[in-house]
């Protein structure tokens, strides 16, 4: 082949296809300057790769104009202008502003109409055009929620009232067999038990089938600390039957948890150490209970011995119980053991109630009558309490979002032949306001408070301590009545790594010893989160309202929280 033929070829197939590439205008013009900007007020696409993309774009735009309330506008023209441009005009006519919709009793429920429509009358309700499409997504949603996932509405005999209105009518096309739950089959993760799917979830066999109001309950599974939602449910619809399909997956959900905290002992001078073991088991016999141990022994000779256990859902009931079992050791002088057993309903998956009974029985270990009153005696109260957690599950490091436990008791108090009437309070709440990705604040406010007309020093509130007030020793303050409030600025480095600030703030009263004092604790921490688990260092100084700060006051405190 002659070189001249060869490149002209070549040059040929060139144009060719960069002709092709090209891109294509359009432009969408009104009959007058006004249309015009009707149809610029919706916008459209103007560049287009080709003539079926231009077609596509015009009937997406008559649509639009449609439900705007110009539904007899027309495509007049469409020409090309050249080899790239397209000029198409289009029609409006007149603009509709109301539709009269007339329906039918059986079919739709006047209470639904009523939230669609503020002109509901016994066989017609009033709409904007402009709201028709919405109203009748919204009537579809609430008849499949009776059971009827394959309806369908839609407007038919559309006719013209006058220069301003339209009138219709609503037709309803529906399989006269109501669906129900027939049954419930979990992939995954299969023994999953099943009273959370009936309680927590509260999706049981029989039950009316609407799949929007199933998965917003599915999703509350990731508020479980045990089992997570993997992947949205699915029905399986035969001729007389509907299945269930839920996904979910088996989390690590133990937790190991512990800390070593080390200051100078402000009367020898000399390093101290305290530290604790919190172990915490959850799910590991497939029935979502927990099991929790824990043992803390601090400077000041102090030693707490704590077990209890969650049982939900009992006898696949709503109802679960909860047992406790606690003994604190305060050096010589005295013992306390605490007995309590409460039981739970859980109302939905952020709000748990609870009911229940308490005992203490405390005895004094020393021989000589010390300079603050120990005595012997046992208490009973009858315990109330409210608990709501929110959680956060997309963030590793900070899970829960929102906490809040409210718990009250009433009882009395025995002491050799006296008896004393009691109440005793406690709060625990913390929120972390998420400024940004990276940035977060963090607020817990921690009270509590013993309503007596008398009060033994064995029987006080302690508090203080990296779970309390920072920069103090653990449980080194007895209180009848304390206030705690903590703050942190957090910045989050990466998804595993975070630094924080600390500044503490608390009141406390001892009405043994008519003291009131105010506290502060200042410092700042960071966290790692490692394969270990989670890693914390915190840094704090603490000092009374009235005392200087001294370095020699410091506190370090580290903990490792690991999950398996």
Do not use: W
């Amino acid at each position: 082949m002659p070189k001249a033929t060869f490149t002209f070829i070549v040059i040929s197939l060139f144009l060719s296809l960069e002709g092709l590439c090209q891109n294509l205008t359009l432009n969408i013009q009104g009959q007058t300057d006004t249309q015009t900007k009707s149809i610029d007020s919706l916008g459209y696409t103007k560049n287009h790769k080709d003539f079926l993309s231009i077609q596509q774009e015009l009937d997406t735009l008559q649509r639009k104009l449609g439900t705007i309330g110009f539904i007899e506008n027309k495509l007049e023209a469409l020409k090309r202008v050249n080899d790239s441009t397209f000029i198409s005009i289009i029609s409006l006519k007149h603009r509709f502003d109301t539709i009269y919709i007339y329906y039918n009793k059986n079919d739709i429920e006047k209470s639904s109409l009523n939230y669609i429509s503020e002109e509901v009358f016994e066989d017609y309700f009033v709409l904007k055009l402009s709201q028709a499409e919405n109203a009748l997504k919204f009537l579809n949603t609430e008849i499949s929620k009776k059971g009827f996932p394959f309806s369908k509405l839609k407007l038919t005999n559309l006719s013209t009232q006058n220069a301003s209105f339209l009138r219709a009518d609503l037709t309803l096309s529906i399989n006269k067999q109501q669906r129900r739950i027939d049954d419930i089959v979990v992939r995954g993760y299969e023994k999953f038990p099943e009273s959370f799917i009936k309680h927590y979830l509260k999706i049981k066999p029989n039950q009316i089938f609407d799949l929007n109001t199933i998965q917003n309950k599915t999703s509350q599974l990731n508020n479980l600390n045990f089992a997570n939602e993997i992947k949205k449910p699915e029905v399986l619809f035969s001729k007389d039957s509907t299945t269930l399909y839920l996904y979910l997956e088996k989390s690590k959900s133990n937790a190991f948890d512990g800390f070593l905290g080390f200051g100078s002992n402000e009367e020898t001078n000399k390093l101290q150490f305290d530290g604790y073991l919190n172990l915490n088991l959850t799910n590991n016999l497939n029935f979502g209970e927990t099991f929790r141990l824990f043992y803390k022994s601090d400077e000041n000779d102090q030693q707490t011995f704590e077990v209890n256990t969650s049982l939900p859902y009992l006898f696949k009931s709503p109802i679960g119980i909860d047992l406790l079992l606690r003994i604190f050791r305060k050096d010589s002088s005295f013992t306390t053991t605490n007995q309590f057993a409460k039981i739970h309903y859980q109302i939905n998956a952020y709000h748990k109630v609870f009911g229940g009974i308490e005992a203490i029985e405390s005895s004094n270990l020393l021989e000589n009558t010390p300079t603050l009153p120990i005595e012997d005696y046992t208490s009973r109260f009858y315990t109330m309490a409210y608990e709501y957690i929110q959680n956060q599950n997309k963030n590793l490091l900070f899970p829960i979002n929102t906490k809040l436990y409210i718990e009250t008791g009433f009882g009395n108090r025995k002491n050799e032949n006296t008896s004393t009437k009691q109440t005793q309070l406690f709060c625990d709440a913390f929120k972390i306001f998420n400024l940004n990705e990276k940035n977060s604040i963090y607020l817990r406010a921690n009270a509590a408070s013993l309503i007596s007309d008398s009060y033994f020093e064995n029987e006080l509130l302690r508090f203080g301590g990296i779970n309390s007030i920072r920069g103090f020793e653990e449980n080194s303050l007895f209180a009848s009545l304390y206030g705690v409030l903590n703050t942190e600025y957090r910045y989050q480095v990466s998804n595993s790594i975070y630094v924080h600030s600390i500044f503490d703030a608390a009141y406390f009263e001892n009405q043994l010893v008519d003291s009131k004092q105010k506290l502060f604790g200042f410092g700042f921490g960071f966290g790692l989160l490692t394969k270990a688990g989670l890693f914390r260092f915190n840094y704090a100084n603490g000092k009374t309202e009235d005392v200087s700060f001294n370095l020699s006051n410091s506190k370090v405190h580290l903990s490792l929280t690991s999950i398996f």
